[in-house]
């Protein structure tokens, strides 16, 4: 199905740590999305990737579109306290107009 | 820049009430979305709504929800007998064009007491 697996659950580390994360599905997507959802708020865009290999970045984030088309990561290089939040991951099916979650990571940062 | 505005921001009602939220897209968006998160938990869809008409439907959006477009401007979602567990955020989502990220409202919290 489309159902996407995101891990990790969740991340402690100390601000300036590099950070990853990733998402995997078992089929195929055409588009996937970065969002950050801060508490009480909706899920803002971080990045969109249209390209399978594609490379992104958005200042200290980075993204890439694996060449499978069934997986994605998200890079954030020296964290900093603002970068706390849950993450999601979001990939559209190339069949249909909706889009899938996965479960998020949350990330917490010392400083 | 242009936002998705939604209201209430949020709404209490009792069992087995309708209700409806709001939420304004962006203006010149054609792709419009409703998605539900239970506390804690992950984003989970709803609907989609394009060229008036529903698109894609997921299996929480039973015979008690509907959508409409009423206007040019607003997109609506409507329980018509909340249950106890439509207590969640719901958040609408536009986009422009197809290959075009969504774009999330803040969200209505609903409580159903």
């Known amino acids: 199905g489309q159902q996407l697996n995101q891990s990790p659950q969740s991340m402690f580390i100390q601000e300036g740590e590099d950070v990853s994360m990733n998402c995997t599905s078992s089929?195929?997507?055409?588009?996937w999305l970065w969002y950050k959802q801060d508490p009480g708020e909706g899920p803002v865009l971080l990045i969109a990737?249209?390209?399978?290999?594609e490379l992104t970045s958005n200042g200290r984030l980075t993204a890439q579109f694996g060449i499978t088309r069934k997986d994605s990561f998200l890079n954030i290089s020296a964290s900093i306290p603002s970068d706390v939040g849950i993450y999601f991951c979001?990939?559209?099916?190339?069949?249909?107009?909706?889009?899938?979650f996965g479960a998020g990571t949350r990330l917490t940062v010392k400083p | 820049e242009p936002e998705v505005t939604q209201t209430p921001s949020h709404q209490v009602t009792q069992m087995g009430q309708e209700v409806i939220l709001r939420c304004v897209p962006i203006?010149?968006?054609?792709?419009f979305y409703w998605y539900r998160q239970i506390l804690g938990q992950k984003v989970e869809f709803l609907v989609s709504?394009?060229?008036?008409?529903?698109?894609?439907k997921s299996e929480i959006f039973d015979d008690q929800f509907s959508v409409e477009r009423p206007d040019g401007s607003n997109f609506t979602l409507k329980i018509r007998s909340t249950k106890l567990e439509d207590s969640a955020m719901y958040f609408c989502?536009?986009?422009?064009?197809?290959?075009?990220?969504?774009?999330f409202g803040d969200g209505t919290r609903l409580s159903i007491l």
């Open positions: 989502a536009s986009k422009g064009g197809e290959d075009q990220p969504q774009h």
């Open positions: 089929s195929i997507f055409n588009t």
């Open positions: 990737l249209y390209k399978a290999g």
């Open positions: 979001a990939g559209r099916h190339y069949n249909n107009n909706d889009m899938r």
């Open positions: 203006s010149n968006h054609l792709y």
């Open positions: 709504f394009y060229n008036n008409e529903i698109s894609e």
